[in-house]
């Protein structure tokens, strides 16, 4: 694994500048700063809408990818910044900066499926419509509104669908297991029980740019209780966002889940449940294992509160793995986490520290999860660095262009 580190996301304060060449610092601040991607706001601009803009290291005058969205400017560091210490950009209107910068992410979408591709190979799959299980497995499992497979740099599966003893899981899914909705039981994981499931719905967002893509997908948590009428309980929108890093497959899904029905759902307290993740079937019988920010593993890691957890193991006898870091933000944050005993799976499930209500009328529900595909084993130091870029962003401050 090269060094990782990620967003910066923050608020800066800013005066509006008489001509449209601006130039802003960004500071390290406790911690090394390498090939982060950092956000800067704005919202006290008023760029010409009919300009293409270029961001350039002030110094060395390299231009670097950036991209605009929503009163943000994203640019990726072009070289390493050391705690304490800070780098000076400039941004300025040019008429050529297309040709200057390379496409390094690219999405592909058709019927089926979308893919997140990076240098021309695959990061990860977000699948549309429904994918049928292995012939022979009951049509309960079918599945849409996941993603996989999520691949490594070097072109390693690290995830699973449909595997043979859980045919339930989904590679990167999400799902609420013990529930009770309108006076009755109701379990949108184990999908045997014929109980409910999760459907993907529509795509409504996809965005290319130089630093990140973006698409946004609803899905919807379905009440199967009653096979002639089933209910629409819980709309969940996955945004999800893959960053031009380079040599990282590193990307990030928002979760968001309102109640769409006329009454609550209760999650009851149980020991699994949330945003999952099921590796490669070759970890299977306890071939792969875990690792968290805290040290732990398989042996002694379930339903502790780590900030992420990484599986790992060997596939194609290469070893590699995924790591999933939950936002210090998020509900119950931060959340437990469920590592099976014998699967290659874990999940983060808000449901462990006990019952909880989604409601009708009520605020979304808003979770966030960062994920990194690497090649190799873990590396504690970089998946921290990664860690605190996510958790502890960078600042930044706007300075008039001398």
């Known amino acids: 694994m090269q060094t990782l580190s990620f967003i910066a996301c923050f608020l800066c304060s800013a005066s509006v500048f008489a001509e449209q060449t601006f130039e802003f610092e960004v500071f390290a601040g406790e911690y090394d700063r390498e090939q982060t991607v950092v956000s800067v706001s704005l919202a006290d601009h008023e760029l010409d809408q009919n300009e293409v803009w270029q961001v350039s290291e002030v110094v060395s005058d390299t231009i ?4 605009i969205d929503n009163q943000r400017l994203l640019l990726i560091l072009p ?7 800070s780098q000076r950009f400039r ?3 040019t008429p050529n900066v297309k040709d200057q910068a390379s496409q390094l992410i690219e999405v592909v979408s058709n019927d089926d499926a979308v893919a997140f591709r990076q240098a021309g190979k695959t990061v990860f799959t977000y699948h549309k419509t429904v994918v049928e299980p292995p012939t022979g497995v009951d049509p309960a ?3 849409s509104g996941f ?3 999520v691949v490594t740099p070097n072109g390693q599966i690290v995830s699973d669908a449909f ?3 859980h045919p339930h899981q989904h590679a990167l899914f999400a799902a609420w297991t013990k529930c009770k909705f309108d006076g009755h039981a109701v379990d949108f994981w184990n999908q045997a029980k014929k109980q409910g499931t999760v459907e993907h719905r529509e795509v409504s967002i996809i965005e290319q740019g130089q630093v990140f893509n973006r698409m946004s997908a609803e899905l919807v948590y379905v009440d199967l209780t009653k096979p002639e009428k089933p209910v629409d309980v819980i709309q969940e929108t996955w945004t999800m966002q893959h960053f031009a890093i380079p040599g990282q497959h590193l990307f990030e899904i928002h979760s968001s889940q309102i109640c769409i029905a006329d009454k609550p759902l209760l999650l009851e307290e149980y020991l699994y449940g949330g945003m999952a993740f099921c590796g490669s079937g070759e970890w299977s019988d306890g071939q792969g294992d875990f690792l968290t920010s805290d040290g732990k593993t398989r042996k002694d890691g379930n339903h502790t509160r780590p900030n992420w957890v990484a599986i790992h193991g060997k ?3 290469q070893e590699c793995g995924a790591a999933v870091f939950s936002h210090p933000a998020n509900f119950r944050s931060p959340q437990p986490v469920r590592l099976h005993p014998q699967m290659p799976y874990f999940v983060f499930s808000p449901p462990v520290l006990g019952p909880f209500e989604i409601k009708p009328n009520d605020p979304p529900l808003n979770n966030r999860y960062l994920y990194v595909a690497f090649d190799g084993s873990p590396d504690v130091a970089e998946l921290n660095q990664l860690w605190n870029d996510y958790a502890h962003p960078v600042e930044t ?4 262009d001398q």
Do not use: C, F, L, T
């Open 163 to 165: 595997p043979e003893d």
């Open 64 to 67: 670097v990818p950036s991209q």
């Open 141 to 143: 499992y079918r599945r």
């Open 79 to 85: 070289e390493k910044i050391k705690a304490g210490d």
């Open 397 to 400: 401050r706007w300075v008039m």
């Open 91 to 93: 941004m300025r209107a």
């Open 315 to 317: 596939v194609n006898g």
């Open 147 to 149: 993603s996989h497979p």
